[in-house]
């Protein structure tokens, strides 16, 4: 019994210093899940029942909040817009990003290392900063009330943070690799598209995501963009829609939830890539 005791000793301190960092993860989870709950059952609410009992169970359940939201075009129509946008984004800022990173990662040449940074500089420049010249000059193109407009800049702007994250795992991948396809008479651009891009599997899914993301989620350029009602994403549909029903916050929360279900969704599916592509670009040498 006596060499157990060093061992059970040890592992208590171990233990003690890991209840901090539970207790932070509990409370930033707390945070997070609780405002999503209160969202969800408010919905099934009337505004009478939020105002005397905001934080219990609905008494009775009103349905009509959701039913009603889902059998109008003022959220669906908003939905496919976003939809749209976003993976139309995300294809074009993967496929420019990729190309861009391979060049960068693959190719010695003079410049190379200030042509990055130039890239790089991107991510100090904010999107606000840059929104009145971009307005006028997406009116002098005529892309005012069309989705170019939008998927355009979007890329634009996602395109530092997808270089970045691409040449480090490009750079990873073994040079012999690269060796061994050029004497098998394979061109440079037939390593990038047959070997580079399948290796770069998780990279590839991690950016993706990223760049979805952001473009589900961008409010601003949307908003100065599109005067045409039929060309409204999700978020602008959410403030529109509150706007509309002011006075009726139950069903304002009801909108919001539904609007979150879909990146929700898309999060629950791509997790499992997103974590891995950033590991595995953590821990290759």
């Given at each position: 019994?006596?060499?157990?005791?060093?061992?059970?000793?040890?592992?208590?301190?171990?233990?003690?210093?890991?209840?901090?960092?539970?207790?932070?993860?509990?409370?930033?989870?707390?945070?997070?899940?609780?405002?999503?709950?209160?969202?969800?059952?408010?919905?099934?609410?009337?505004?009478?029942?939020?105002?005397?009992?905001?934080?219990?169970l609905?008494?009775?359940?009103?349905?009509?909040n959701?039913?009603?939201?889902?059998?109008?075009?003022?959220?669906?129509?908003?939905?496919?817009?976003?939809?749209?946008?976003?993976i139309?984004?995300?294809?074009?800022?993967?496929?420019?990003?990729?190309?861009?990173?391979?060049?960068?990662?693959?190719?010695?040449?003079?410049?190379?290392?200030?042509?990055?940074?130039?890239?790089?500089?991107?991510?100090?420049?904010?999107?606000?900063?840059?929104?009145?010249?971009?307005?006028?000059?997406?009116?002098?193109?005529?892309?005012?009330?069309?989705?170019?407009?939008?998927?355009?800049?979007?890329?634009?702007?996602?395109?530092?943070?997808?270089?970045?994250?691409?040449?480090?795992f490009?750079?990873?991948?073994?040079?012999?690799?690269?060796?061994?396809?050029?004497?098998?008479?394979?061109?440079?651009?037939?390593?990038?598209?047959?070997?580079?891009?399948?290796?770069?599997?998780?990279?590839?899914?991690?950016?993706?995501?990223?760049?979805l993301?952001?473009?589900?989620?961008?409010?601003?350029?949307?908003?100065?963009?599109?005067?045409?009602?039929?060309?409204?994403?999700?978020?602008?549909?959410?403030?529109?829609?509150?706007?509309?029903?002011?006075?009726?916050?139950?069903?304002?929360?009801a909108?919001?939830?539904?609007?979150?279900?879909?990146?929700?969704?898309?999060?629950?599916?791509?997790?499992?890539?997103?974590?891995?592509?950033?590991?595995?670009?953590?821990t290759?040498?």
């Amino acid at each position: 019994m006596q060499p157990r005791a060093p061992h059970r000793a040890g592992k208590q301190p171990s233990r003690l210093r890991t209840v901090p960092l539970h207790v932070v993860s509990i409370v930033v989870g707390l945070t997070i899940v609780v405002p999503v709950l209160f969202g969800v059952l408010g919905g099934f609410k009337d505004n009478g029942q939020l105002t005397s009992n905001p934080f219990g169970l609905p008494k009775p359940w009103v349905w009509d909040n959701y039913t009603d939201i889902l059998g109008s075009e003022n959220f669906w129509r908003p939905l496919f817009n976003s939809t749209v946008i976003a993976i139309a984004t995300t294809v074009l800022v993967v496929m420019v990003s990729a190309m861009a990173a391979f060049v960068f990662a693959r190719f010695a040449f003079r410049g190379r290392e200030l042509l990055f940074t130039f890239f790089t500089i991107g991510l100090m420049f904010p999107f606000a900063v840059a929104i009145l010249p971009l307005y006028v000059l997406l009116r002098e193109m005529e892309l005012l009330d069309n989705p170019l407009g939008v998927i355009l800049p979007q890329a634009a702007f996602g395109l530092p943070v997808t270089i970045i994250i691409l040449r480090g795992f490009f750079r990873n991948i073994p040079g012999e690799i690269e060796e061994s396809a050029t004497l098998d008479g394979c061109t440079p651009f037939g390593f990038f598209w047959r070997i580079l891009l399948p290796m770069s599997r998780p990279a590839l899914a991690t950016v993706s995501v990223l760049a979805l993301v952001a473009s589900w989620n961008n409010f601003m350029l949307p908003l100065v963009v599109f005067n045409d009602q039929s060309w409204w994403t999700l978020p602008i549909g959410v403030q529109q829609f509150q706007g509309q029903y002011a006075s009726d916050t139950a069903r304002i929360l009801a909108y919001v939830v539904l609007a979150m279900v879909p990146s929700l969704a898309f999060y629950a599916v791509a997790e499992r890539h997103l974590i891995g592509g950033l590991t595995s670009g953590a821990t290759k040498g």
